[in-house]
């Protein structure tokens, strides 16, 4: 029977499914392998052609993997909280569990229908709350939770308690908030309750404080950076405006030179480390307290100093102007009367800034003017103090000194308001001034002439140490995470509010569960929307009402595969130390900064408590390409007057006519051909439309864009799977070119690797397609086909090198097709080979081979054996007086005096030699043959 493919798939896609062929062992003897895809939001438009690239290539590492003796863990899941299900929930009323449910009933078919090697056994979903009772435990360590720099981890907040209770404030070095007091084991011990709650909060590793976030009141709720463009809502175009709220954050500043130093032990992508580097954005310098000059204003401020942190603080005596950030906490207070008005007209224009657009805005500088000054610590200099926009309350201390002789941004500010710019260094004495970190003599001091720029640094800070004024310090770009969001479809958080302070609920609590409202936008009144619930509050206070931000249940989710159903413990301590981590992680490049940054922190801080072994979650991590669309065109006519018409010109004819190019749903181009009476019936306004055809065809012309439903150019993986299959979309997808590389879907060329299935499919069967395969021994050259496949599939998939396997199996399948080669030996052998790519077809092949009712997904893989690839013949070239006569085959295994013996009775060489009997012979084994006449 001829390759039908339908029923093949569908065969061992329900065998799959009803033996769990998949499922993996916790308790195997066999080495383990972790194999992790980044699980899927699951939205209403389900998958296009795209999505599967990293799944596909996981897969086939996966069950190459199982083929070379591992235990192989390859689970999926989905990460079910999100945006838009409540969007659609706001829009619609209906429940986002509901969407969400019929979304992952979507992925779930088409993910089986590609045949994916995946342990279904242990699927999670975030949205569950048998899933979520974990990300809430984890909250609740981490609110349970400080950081003790001095022994670089994290520990219990009961034995900082302690410590306060037998030594007070004394000795402790911890990642905390700016005002912690200082205080005895006495006095902490004559603090009330609540005082000694307010104090704990300064510490803990997840707090509350007031944040500078992104709001959007369309959506009701705060975005991440990454939500925002150009001031509005990436979802829905909404404006966003810079707010201050009471927020729920994370320390993982703490761990900074943590997940710092851990980019060097992993195998990633460099592009993407160098992403979280310049992330966290690691700072050697200066931190400076600039006196407020009292006389400047009024004599009420509760600060005295305006502190700094610069890594270029040799270049103090530059400074003309203090810059702080319009939301710094001291705005309100040093502004003077004269200039209230200035000031809040500028915040109120900064709010509708996102912070990335505030970093990405190098040109444009614009700012106000406080109506104070600042004293130079080092010389007494009077600085004014300005707000801007380019300066973030969120980096170092929301303050800057601005040096116009050496910063870009700080020279255009001053330029503008007319500021003064001082020059910091004698040019005259270094090679350029692009760069000042070269030697040179620093001018406007008594202590730093003369000096070296590092010796300059070093003699400023002792200086500004010896007065008071400032020290050696470093600092980090990373902000504190916030971790929060004000609406419903998230992860209650497991807290509850007391006399304006959070305690946690209790273990045996969990999970809290989100409760029902009637609708899922803010209250009235501008609570979130669990506001709305009734009959929702902790029996000693009211509940938290934000939920936990998006990240949260991505950033542990791999360590619930490793023991999906446990109910006491979200991993048991077995499960995690045999899977220990992820192997091998397969994602997108965009969460480098968000989950993947997240998850690390995460990681670091269970292993801190004792809860997992690793430091890192990851080993390996592979960012796939992005598959883009490739749009079609037809040209519609325009008229004299300009006007469209309903006449299309075939792309080759366009330059012949005036035209309009739109376009063209790609399913109904085959080869750039369009199917005029499927266009016809695509859209209404087409239905009479007439076609000027070139050869009889109407040839559309291309394009490569995104691939997006506006472009018509969306390619539905079902559609291939119907068309041609589960195995040749598998196969085309890796055949387009290398894993982490972006490239084109074209249609045209998958028609090459159906071909290629179905030859390979006949290789088994004869010119009636009867299976029939040979007990037969191989000859040599079936062997050279066969091992030169199996050892080069095992260097590519090593080295995720998919792409140029597929062509290697093309030509091995011709190989033997030439050879007419059906020897059980070898097509047994190179099924297995194939199974990783192509496991429908190869399944169904094992099958008729006789392996009897079972999967080859655990057939031991071929042994490549290298001799099969010794050649036994050399072609010589023979030569007469140096000059190249011929080629002459000869075996290998001849002594230089049977070659020249050989090569002399060879006809041919006869007659080259016109009957001269040569003079000398010269023989260079495996080289040449040369005669001298």
Known sequence: MDYQFKDIEQKWQQFWAEKQTFKADNNSTKPKYYVLDMFPYPSGAGLHVGHPLGYIASDIFARYKR?????????????????????????????????????????????????????WSREVRTSSPGYYKWTQWIFMQLFNSWYNKAEEKAESIAKLVEHFETKGSAGINAVSDEDTATFTAGEWKAYSHNQQQEELLKYRITYLRESTVNWCAALGTVLAN?????????????????????????????????????????????????????????????????????????????????????????????????????????????????????????????????????????????????????????????????????????????????????????YLFAKHYNLPIVPIIDIQNIETEADPTKEGTYINSDFANGLTYKEATAAIIAKLEA???????????????????????????????????????????????????????PTETGEPPLGRATDWKHPEGEYELSTMPGWAGSSWYWYRYMDAHNDS???????????????????????????????????????????????????????????????????????????????????????????????VDVNIVKNDTLDTEKFKNWRPEFADAEFILENGKYVCGHEVEKMSKRYYNVVNPDDIASQYGADTLRMYEMFLGPLEQSKPWNTNGIEGVFKFLRKFWRLFHDDQWNFRVSEDAPTKAELKAL???????????????????????????????????????????????????????????????????????????????????????????????????????????LDIKDIEAFVLANADVQRYLEGKTPKKVIVVKGRIVNMVV
């Open 467 to 521: 007065i008071g004024a400032g020290k050696a310090k470093v600092n980090f770009r990373m902000r504190d995470a916030i971790f929060g969001r004000q609406r419903y479809w998230g992860e209650p958080v497991p807290v509850y509010f007391k006399d304006g302070l959070p305690y946690l609920i209790d273990e045996s609590e969990l999970p809290l569960l989100l409760p029902e409202i009637d609708k899922y936008l």
């Open 787 to 893: 091992h030169k496949i199996i050892r080069k599939v095992e260097e590519d998939v090593e080295r995720f090198s998919f792409n140029t396997s597929v062509s290697s199996f093309m030509i091995a399948v011709n190989e033997l097709t030439e050879l007419k080669c059906n020897k059980r030996a070898i097509l047994q052998e190179l099924t297995i080979v194939l199974a990783s790519y192509a496991p429908h077809i190869c399944e169904e092949l094992w099958a008729l081979l006789g392996n009897g009712e079972g999967t080859l997904s655990y057939a031991p893989y071929p042994t490549f054996k290298p001799e099969y690839l010794v050649e036994d013949d050399f072609a010589y070239p023979i030569s007469i007086n140096g000059k190249t006569k011929m080629n002459l085959s000869i075996s290998l295994s």
């Open 569 to 663: 413990e979200f991993a048991s301590e077995k499960a995690i130390e045999y899977w220990k981590d992820v192997d091998l992680y397969i994602g997108g490049s965009e969460h480098a900064t968000g989950h993947l940054l997240y998850s690390r922190f995460w990681n670091k801080f269970l292993k801190d408590i004792g809860k997992v072994n690793e430091e890192e979650p990851f080993k390996k991590l592979i960012n796939q390409g992005m598959i883009q669309g490739r749009s079609n065109f037809v040209y519609r006519l325009i008229d004299a007057e300009g006007r469209g018409t309903n006449t299309f010109v075939s792309h080759g004819l366009i330059k012949e006519y005036k035209t309009s190019p739109l376009h």
């Open 67 to 119: 083929l070379k003796g591992f235990n192989v863990l390859h689970p999926m899941g989905y990460d079910s909280f999100g945006l838009p299900a409540e969007q659609y929930a706001i829009q619609t009323g209906q429940h986002p569990s509901l969407t969400t449910e019929e979304n992952i009933a979507t992925y779930r078919r088409q993910l089986d229908q590609i045949g994916f090697s995946f342990d």
């Open 226 to 410: 990454d939500e925002v463009k150009d001031g509005f809502s990436e979802r829905g175009g909404y404006p966003v405006e810079q707010k201050k709220m009471m927020q729920w954050s994370m320390r993982i500043t703490a761990y900074a030179e943590r997940l710092l130093q851990g980019l060097d032990t992993i195998d990633w992508p460099e592009p993407l480390k160098e992403m979280q580097r310049n992330w966290i954005g690691k700072s050697v310098g200066a931190s400076v307290k600039f006196p407020i000059k009292k006389e400047a204003h009024n004599s009420q401020l509760t600060t005295h100093n305006i502190e700094v942190f610069t890594t270029r603080v040799d270049t103090i005596f530059g400074v003309t102007f203090l810059v702080i950030a319009p939301e710094h906490e001291l705005v309100n207070e040093l502004t003077t009367p004269e200039q209230k008005a200035d000031i809040e007209a500028y915040i109120t224009q900064t709010k509708k800034k996102s912070e990335l657009d505030r970093m990405a805005d190098t040109k444009t500088v614009s700012g106000a003017f406080t109506g104070i000054y600042v004293l130079n610590p080092l010389n007494n200099e009077p600085i004014p103090v300005w707000i801007a926009d380019y300066v973030l309350a969120g980096y170092g201390t929301g303050a800057v000194m601005a040096v116009p002789s050496g910063d870009q941004r700080d």
